[in-house]
């Protein structure tokens, strides 16, 4: 059975930081992209950041770079997006995605990030 369980959200005051953890099982982690994703209330979901499967490569979306940083561990088959800097408009529901070229893709249920003073 595919797990994809994120976990790390919660309220934090603007210019603070929070870790989000993706926890996963049930399919082959390495052999997946991963990717973290937000949607704010009234907006589509976007891609925040993204990383290849072994970590070489990683992504991110104008808005955050130089804030966020994406990790993986395969071993544990956990990804991980450190938030730095954090800023209201920040504010969303963050999910974790794992996702393959041929399109195939798990999603979590996602984790609120809320900053706010």
């Known amino acids: 059975q595919v797990q994809v369980v994120e976990s790390g959200g919660g309220l934090v005051q603007p210019g603070g930081s929070l870790r989000l953890s993706c926890a996963t099982s049930?399919?082959?982690?390495?052999?997946?992209?991963m990717r973290w994703y937000r949607q704010a209330p009234g907006k589509e979901r976007e891609l925040v950041a993204g990383?290849?499967?072994?970590?070489?490569?990683?992504a991110y979306a104008d808005s955050v770079k130089g804030r966020f940083t994406i990790s993986r561990d395969n071993a544990k088959n956990m990804a991980y997006l450190q938030m730095n800097d954090l800023k209201p408009e920040d504010t969303a529901v963050y999910y974790c995605?794992?996702?393959?070229?041929?399109?195939?893709?798990?999603w979590g249920q996602g984790t609120q990030v809320t900053v706010s003073a």
């Open positions: 995605n794992a996702h393959r070229d041929s399109g195939h893709s798990y």
């Open positions: 049930g399919f082959t982690f390495s052999s997946y992209a």
């Open positions: 990383i290849a499967n072994y970590g070489g490569s990683k």
